[in-house]
Structures are given as C-alpha cells and as structure tokens.
C-alpha cells in the first residue's frame, strides 16, 4: 500500500517564525503536492514537484516555497509564517494510476 | 480554464435513502474526474474515478458516480445511505490535454446522514 506521511499533525507557530512542513512517500513517485484546505474553499495547490529538484508553482505560492532534494521526500516551507497562513496542509503523491494519494494533513496554526 | 463547481456546500439525508452529491466541471479538453472523501482529521481517501470507458463508475463503500459530457457533470450516488458515510465529500478534475498531473478540487460538500 502505497503511504504518505507528514511529520506533524498539529503544529503552533509564532509570527514571522520559519516553519518546515515536511512529506515522506514510500512508493518511488515522481509526482508530489502541497495544498492547503480552507474551510469554503477547498483543496488549493501551493506547490508541485515532477523529480527531483523540479518545482513548479502552484496557484498560491505567494510566501511559500519547497524543496525536494530526494525522491520520497517533499518539503514546505514558510519563510516567515504569518497569521493568514493558518489552515490545514496536505502533501500527496500520484500512484501509476493517476490517483493522488493524500497523507493525513498538518493542522498549523500561526499566533 | 479549468473549475470544479459542487453547488451544495451540505447535504443532508435520512439513513437508508439513496443520496446524491452534485459536482459540475469545465475543462477544455477530455477530464480525469475523481471523488474524495475527508473523514473528520484525516486526509483525503480516493473514492472513484472516470478516465475512459463506461460512463458509471463504481468506487469504494458502495458509492458510484455517473460521468455525463453533455451535461458536464460527475454525480455521486449511492444507493442506500449509511451513518458512517457521513463526511466531507471533494470532486476534482484534471485536464489531460495539457499533461499536467494536477488536480483542480471543488469546495466540498458536507453530507450528514442522520439515522
């Protein structure tokens, strides 16, 4: 069975601290997903990645970014968090057939 | 452009009556349709998807979702509703023309069934 996990399911956070969101996939998938979920808006794209140090935007990268040195592992970054970037953040990986597989998600919040 | 429209932001249906849950899309090409559901605190599980092929796709628990081109639409149905269905329901598409792999979500539907 394919799995995605996500390093922290609740995390508190201050104002203008740095904050590394990170995602590990055990199925050897090139293709990995940051979104966040709102309530009333649904799932948004922040950022994707297609391979190994390969990252396209997203439609709301704005004070986000992400690195993805190795294969199984995709991580989110904010610079300096604020308190609009509290939400719910999901990482997924996209199985062979086409399905994203989505890890259980990070409840952040930003005080 | 591509969207996602789920009209109902909830749906609320007795235990035992058959439900439905409204999703219309637009893309401009041919679309890779899917259904999730969010259990409360948890990620999202796949439910079912349209690629190619017969228009009614059947998923996991029993629901299955009806592809419709001229109408646009990829409903969720099923048959008799459960308590333990209730949860927060996603649609999403993907637009095969352009090669991307990303999902464009719908903002949910919350589905209450009240036994």
């Known amino acids: 069975d394919v799995k995605v996990t996500q390093s922290s399911r609740y995390l508190v956070k201050r104002t203008g601290e740095k904050v590394f969101l990170e995602c590990v996939q055990d199925?050897?998938?090139?293709?990995m997903f940051w979104y966040r979920q709102d309530p009333g808006l649904g799932l948004r794209l922040i950022y994707f990645?297609?391979?190994?140090?390969?990252?396209e935007k997203g439609d709301i990268p704005e004070g986000y970014s992400v690195s993805r040195e190795k294969k199984e592992r995709f991580s989110l970054i904010l610079e300096s968090a604020s308190t609009n970037q509290t939400s719910m953040y999901l990482c997924a990986s996209l199985t062979g057939a086409n399905e994203q597989f989505f890890g259980p998600g990070t409840r952040l919040t930003v005080l | 452009a591509q969207s996602v429209a789920q009209p109902e932001d909830q749906v609320n249906v007795a235990e035992g009556n058959p439900l439905t849950v409204k999703c219309t899309y637009s893309v401009s090409g041919n679309p890779y349709l899917f259904w999730y559901v969010q259990y409360p605190n948890r990620g999202l599980q796949f439910l079912l998807k349209y690629i190619t092929g017969d228009n009614l796709v059947k998923g996991s628990y029993g629901f299955e979702a009806e592809f419709n081109k001229s109408q646009t639409s990829f409903h969720l149905k099923k048959p008799s509703a459960l308590v333990s269905d209730s949860a927060l329901y996603f649609c999403a598409v993907r637009d095969i023309r352009t090669g991307a792999n990303n999902l464009f979500f719908g903002t949910g539907t919350r589905l209450t069934v009240i036994p």
């Open positions: 199925m050897d998938h090139e293709n």
């Open positions: 990645s297609y391979d190994v140090k390969m990252k």
